[in-house]
Nanobody, 126 residues
């Protein structure tokens, strides 16, 4: 069983930055994939980024490439999402997710993840 707790959200002006954290309790094996998704009001949950825990290979949605960076710290059992150059359209609740052995082509599918955090709100003002 894996439990995920996000933190680091807040209110920032456009162009600003935040670092979101997702602390995982329970055993995270090298074959796990950790993902970040977001959901804005009235919209479906969408993929943001994912990382393979063991290899460190990362994946990004086109909308955030070059602005967001995902990383993990095995010592802290934590995955981070550095969000830079924020835009008002980045406003959403950001969720951390995890599951084992997700194929690279499927890392953007929220249905492939069994474990989810409670979310952290990111609000970007114009």
């Amino acid at each position: 069983q894996v439990q995920l707790v996000e933190s680091g959200g807040g209110l920032v002006q456009a162009g600003g930055s935040l670092r979101l954290s997702c602390a995982a309790s329970g055993r995270i094996f090298s074959f796990y994939v950790m993902g970040w998704f977001r959901q804005a009001p009235g919209k479906e949950r969408e993929f943001v980024a994912a990382i393979e825990w063991g290899a460190g290979t990362s994946y990004y949605a086109d909308s955030v490439k070059g602005r967001f960076a995902i990383s993990r710290d095995g010592t802290e059992n934590t995955v981070y999402l550095q969000v830079n150059s924020l835009k008002p359209e980045d406003t959403a609740v950001y969720y951390c997710a995890a599951d084992r052995a997700i194929r690279a082509t499927m890392t953007s599918d929220p249905n492939k993840y069994s474990y989810w955090g409670q979310g952290t709100q990111v609000t970007v003002s114009s």
